[in-house]
């Protein structure tokens, strides 16, 4: 009975400690992030029953490539596809190189450098809004879908549609296409690409942060020239889907200058107008919540 009540002790002293530890910011980063995968699952859930749009998409926009003379996807692939490195690494970059960065990368911002993270936070979910917009008005499925659907749909592609390969799936043993990963990923999120706007916006991060360091700042540079490659490698995105995702990222930054000059201010003496905020502000320790 000592022994359990000892062991109870603990848990709560350890649960007590945790909870000064959290504070309200963490709260609301974490109830950010669970409102971003809530609406992504919404919007996934409203597209993946519409293969037959995401297809004719996808030819609208190769067509829109080939009308600007940069429709070059296919000839990438097939000048890579029997270069078992080129083929690994442009997997490796287009898996890697992405989300995780972006976590890691968020995580020393969060505890190193509130201010940064803040603004680049309202730049990624800013962005990530508004790609969901366009996600559920027009979904696109990417290049390596291409041969799947056209069978399913009785179309017929030309030889260089035909010939996409999802180089994730058959080189890297893994892919967006596996069972364990389609509960996460909506299939016919092609436009934009947020691969390539999302890297741009880290790239952009990590010269902003690491622009002391030399050897650092240059990533943010190579980061984005080496995803708007992989994407197209892979099989995964066309140019225009990169061009969209770029202009995505720069309208997310803009909406994150917006809320730093214009909104977080007043917000901020909203908030601590509220009775219980303007009661606990003692036990808060660290940054503002903006």
């Known amino acids: 009975m000592e022994g359990e009540k000892t062991t ?42 519409r293969p037959h749009d995401a297809f004719q998409n996808a030819l609208d926009v190769i067509d829109a490539q ?29 898996f890697w190189l992405h989300f995780p960065l972006i976590v890691v990368f968020g995580l020393v911002l969060y505890f190193f450098d509130r201010r940064k993270y803040t603004f680049l936070r309202d730049a990624f979910l800013a962005s990530g809004a508004i790609s969901l917009i366009i996600y559920g008005l027009y979904p696109v499925a990417p290049p390596r879908l291409l041969p799947e659907l056209a069978v399913e749909f009785n179309e017929v592609l030309d030889a260089d549609l035909q010939a996409f390969v999802d180089t994730m799936n058959v080189h890297l043993g893994y892919g967006y296409q596996a069972q364990s990963m389609r509960p996460f990923v909506n299939p016919y999120a092609a436009m934009p690409s947020l691969h390539f706007g999302w890297d741009f916006l880290l790239g952009i ?17 190579v980061l984005p020239a080496t995803q708007i490659l992989a994407i197209a490698v892979t099989g995964n995105h066309y140019f225009l889907d990169a061009f969209a995702g770029m202009g995505v990222a720069l309208l997310g930054l803009a909406i994150a200058v917006a809320l730093q000059r214009w909104a977080y201010a007043p917000l901020g003496r909203l908030v601590r107008r509220l009775p219980w905020v303007a009661g606990s502000e003692e036990e808060e320790a660290g940054p503002s919540p903006v």
């Open 66 to 94: 080939r009308w600007l003379g940069i429709f070059w996807e296919p000839d990438m692939q097939e000048w890579i596809i029997d270069n078992r490195f080129l083929v690994q690494a442009s997997n490796y970059v287009y």
């Open 205 to 221: 991060g990590i010269i902003w942060a690491f622009r002391r360091y030399p050897f650092i700042w240059p990533f943010g540079v």
């Open 8 to 49: 109870l002790g603990t848990l709560v002293a350890l649960l007590r400690q945790a909870r000064r530890r959290i504070g309200r910011r963490d709260l609301v980063e974490a109830a950010l992030v669970a409102f971003a995968f809530l609406l992504y699952f919404l919007v996934r859930g409203s597209v993946i029953d």
